[in-house]
């Protein structure tokens, strides 16, 4: 079994910035594809970003030039800088990934349990 933990959310004012960190636990032979979503209240869950294993990135409109996905293959973490944060930000992150297991015929999608981040005044 695969765990993903989120962790760095938090509360953080407006125009300010926080780094969330997210790492893959478990019988791991490969990650592959990662990304971050969020659900707001009120909303639907969002796709926020996307990193490749080979460190493709796409990312959403409403994060473009603010965010920033990243990853460390070597020790199955993945991260999200995230810049010039505004309200409308406000969400549970949540990490997402499809993962090789040793033994396993093929990846499987594994969801963390999701983090708070509050932007506020």
């Known amino acids: 079994q695969v765990q993903l933990v989120e962790s760095g959310g938090g509360l953080v004012q407006p125009g300010g910035s926080l780094r969330l960190s997210c790492a893959a636990y478990?019988?791991?032979?490969?990650?592959?594809?990662m990304n971050w979503y969020r659900h707001a209240p009120g909303k639907e869950r969002e796709l926020v970003a996307t990193i490749t294993r080979r460190l493709t990135r796409t990312y959403a409109d409403f994060v473009k030039g603010r965010f920033t996905i990243s990853r460390d293959n070597t020790k199955n973490m993945m991260y999200l800088q995230m810049d010039s944060l505004n309200v409308e930000d406000t969400a549970v992150y949540y990490c997402?990934?499809?993962?090789?297991?040793?033994?396993?015929?093929?990846?499987?999608?594994?969801w963390g349990q999701g983090i708070q981040v509050t932007v506020s005044s």
């Open positions: 478990g019988r791991i032979y490969s990650v592959l594809t």
């Open positions: 997402n990934g499809d993962v090789y297991e040793y033994d396993s015929t093929g990846p499987r999608n594994y």
